[in-house]
C-alpha cells in the first residue's frame, strides 16, 4: 500500500510558495495514494507562539487546505499535537540519531542564525519530529518542496537507523516527491530568498488569503529589473524568472509556452499578465477559505475525524515499536 504523510505548519497565512511547491501536488496525489495532511503544530513552536494566534492558524491551515481541494471523503486532515504518538516516537528515534547527523541541517543553522545558544532544543530537533511524523504512519511517499528534501533524507537514515539496530525492516523508507514546476517559489523582493511565512514583508509573498487588490498591488511592487523584454538574460534575473514560473505554474503552461507568451513584453508587462492569473486561480480558494472560516465548529468537525483515523494507524506503530525495543 503507497502511504502519504505530509504537513503544513500554522505559523502564519499560508502563501503561494506552500499551495504550488506543496498543497497542489497533494490535491492530485489523492487518486493514487491513502493521504494524510497534518496541521504541524507542534513544529510551530519551535519558535514561539501566541495560544490564540495558533488556534486561529490552525483553523486557517485547516479551512486553505479544504478550499485548494483535499477531498475529505478520501483524505485525512489533522492536527498533530492531538495524536500523542508523534512526540513519543519522536523521543524514541531521537535515541536513535546521532548528533553529527543534526549538525547538518541547514535549516536549523538558517533560521538558528547568530544566536545559535539562544535557539531552542525544539528547533534543533524539528527533523527527528518530521521523521517520526512520517515514520509513525510508515509513510512510503513525502511530498515536499525542495526546502525540506534535507530533512526528508535524514527521515530515511533515522528509519535506516532503527532497522538496523532491530534487525527488522519495519520502516519502510519514505521517498520524496518534489513536483511540478514551482518547487521552490522565492520571495517577491528578493529572489535570492525563498517565499516565507515567517519573512516580515508581508510585500515578500502572496496569501491565499489575500483579495485580488492585495495580490495586484503586491506583483506590482515585486522587485523588478530594467531589462527590455521578459525573455533575455532570465538565467541571471531571480525575480524575473520567479515571475515567470509563477505565471507558467499557475496558468499550467511550460516555461517555454509562457515566454512565447510574454514575447516583446518587459517586466511590467509580464506582472500584469501574472496578476490576471493568479487572480482567477486564487480568488475561488479565498472565497471558499471564507465560508469556511466562518463554520469553526465544522473545521473542528473535519480535525476530530482525522485525528481518529490517524491515531488509529499511529497506534498500532506505537504498539508494534515499544515490543521491539523491549518496553514491557
Ligand atoms: N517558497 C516555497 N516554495 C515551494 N515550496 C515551499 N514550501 C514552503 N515554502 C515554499 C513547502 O510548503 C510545505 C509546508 O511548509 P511549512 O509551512 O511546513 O514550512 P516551511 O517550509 O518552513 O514554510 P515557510 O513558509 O517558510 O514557513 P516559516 O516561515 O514559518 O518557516 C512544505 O512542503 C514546504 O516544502
Same mark, same amino acid.
Given at each position: 500500500?503507497?502511504?502519504?504523510?505530509?504537513?503544513?505548519?500554522?505559523?502564519?497565512?499560508?502563501?503561494?510558495?506552500?499551495?504550488?511547491?506543496?498543497?497542489?501536488?497533494?490535491?492530485?496525489?489523492?487518486?493514487?495514494?491513502?493521504?494524510?495532511?497534518?496541521?504541524?503544530?507542534?513544529?510551530?513552536?519551535?519558535?514561539?507562539? %501566541?495560544?490564540?494566534?495558533?488556534?486561529?492558524?490552525?483553523?486557517?491551515?485547516?479551512?486553505?487546505?479544504?478550499?485548494?481541494?483535499?477531498?475529505?471523503?478520501?483524505?485525512?486532515?489533522?492536527?498533530?499535537?492531538?495524536?500523542?504518538?508523534?512526540?513519543?516516537?519522536?523521543?524514541?528515534?531521537?535515541?536513535?540519531?546521532?548528533?553529527?547527523?543534526?549538525?547538518?541541517?541547514?535549516?536549523?543553522?538558517?533560521?538558528?542564525?547568530?544566536?545559535?545558544?539562544?535557539?531552542?532544543?525544539?528547533?534543533?530537533?524539528?527533523?527527528?519530529?518530521?521523521?517520526?511524523?512520517?515514520?509513525?504512519?510508515?509513510?512510503?511517499?513525502?511530498?515536499?518542496?525542495?526546502?525540506?528534501?534535507?530533512?526528508?533524507?535524514?527521515?530515511?537514515?533515522?528509519?535506516?537507523?532503527?532497522?538496523?539496530?532491530?534487525?527488522?525492516?519495519?520502516?519502510?523508507?519514505?521517498?520524496?516527491?518534489?513536483?511540478?514546476?514551482?518547487?521552490?517559489?522565492?520571495?517577491?523582493?528578493?529572489?535570492?530568498?525563498?517565499?516565507?511565512?515567517?519573512?516580515?514583508?508581508?510585500?515578500?509573498?502572496?496569501?491565499?488569503?489575500?483579495?485580488?487588490?492585495?495580490?495586484?498591488?503586491?506583483?506590482?511592487?515585486?522587485?523588478?529589473?530594467?531589462?527590455?523584454?521578459?525573455?533575455?538574460?532570465? %538565467?541571471?534575473?531571480?525575480?524575473?524568472?520567479?515571475?515567470?514560473?509563477?505565471?507558467?505554474?499557475?496558468?499550467?503552461?511550460?516555461?517555454?509556452?509562457?515566454?512565447?507568451?510574454?514575447?516583446?513584453?518587459?517586466?511590467?508587462?509580464?506582472?500584469?499578465?501574472?496578476?490576471?492569473?493568479?487572480?482567477?486561480?486564487?480568488?475561488?480558494?479565498?472565497?471558499?477559505?471564507?465560508?469556511?472560516?466562518?463554520?469553526?465548529?465544522?473545521?473542528?468537525?473535519?480535525?476530530?475525524?482525522?485525528?481518529?483515523?490517524?491515531?488509529?494507524?499511529?497506534?498500532?506503530?506505537?504498539?508494534?515499536?515499544?515490543?521491539?525495543?523491549?518496553?514491557?
Amino acid at each position: 500500500m503507497k502511504r502519504i504523510l505530509s504537513g503544513v505548519q500554522p505559523t502564519g497565512n499560508l502563501h503561494l510558495g506552500n499551495y504550488l511547491g506543496a498543497i497542489r501536488n497533494w490535491v492530485k496525489l489523492q487518486d493514487g495514494y491513502e493521504c494524510l495532511y497534518m496541521v504541524a503544530d507542534l513544529h510551530a513552536i519551535t519558535v514561539p507562539q %501566541e495560544p490564540d494566534s495558533l488556534r486561529k492558524a490552525v483553523r486557517e491551515v485547516t479551512a486553505a487546505l479544504i478550499a485548494c481541494g483535499i477531498d475529505l471523503e478520501k483524505s485525512a486532515i489533522f492536527n498533530q499535537s492531538a495524536v500523542s504518538a508523534h512526540s513519543e516516537l519522536a523521543w524514541i528515534l531521537g535515541c536513535h540519531t546521532p548528533l553529527g547527523w543534526l549538525n547538518r541541517m541547514t535549516q536549523f543553522k538558517e533560521k538558528a542564525g547568530k544566536h545559535r545558544e539562544e535557539a531552542l532544543l525544539g528547533l534543533y530537533s524539528y527533523p527527528v519530529l518530521m521523521a517520526a511524523d512520517i515514520l509513525v504512519y510508515k509513510a512510503t511517499h513525502v511530498p515536499v518542496g525542495e526546502d525540506q528534501k534535507q530533512h526528508l533524507e535524514l527521515s530515511r537514515d533515522i528509519a535506516g537507523a532503527f532497522n538496523r539496530q532491530y534487525n527488522t525492516e519495519f520502516f519502510p523508507l519514505p521517498e520524496p516527491l518534489i513536483l511540478g514546476d514551482a518547487t521552490r517559489v522565492m520571495s517577491l523582493r528578493d529572489g535570492s530568498k525563498k517565499m516565507s511565512k515567517s519573512d516580515e514583508s508581508d510585500y515578500s509573498r502572496i496569501n491565499l488569503t489575500d483579495d485580488a487588490d492585495a495580490i495586484a498591488k503586491k506583483i506590482k511592487k515585486a522587485t523588478s529589473d530594467s531589462y527590455p523584454t521578459v525573455g533575455e538574460n532570465l %538565467e541571471n534575473r531571480p525575480e524575473a524568472a520567479n515571475l515567470l514560473t509563477l505565471y507558467a505554474s499557475l496558468k499550467g503552461v511550460t516555461r517555454e509556452q509562457a515566454l512565447a507568451e510574454c514575447a516583446g513584453k518587459n517586466f511590467s508587462g509580464l506582472k500584469q499578465m501574472l496578476t490576471e492569473v493568479a487572480v482567477a486561480h486564487l480568488s475561488p480558494i479565498t472565497r471558499r477559505m471564507r465560508e469556511l472560516l466562518a463554520a469553526p465548529d465544522y473545521i473542528d468537525q473535519v480535525l476530530s475525524k482525522g485525528v481518529a483515523r490517524a491515531r488509529n494507524i499511529a497506534g498500532g506503530t506505537m504498539q508494534e515499536v515499544k515490543e521491539m525495543i523491549g518496553f514491557l
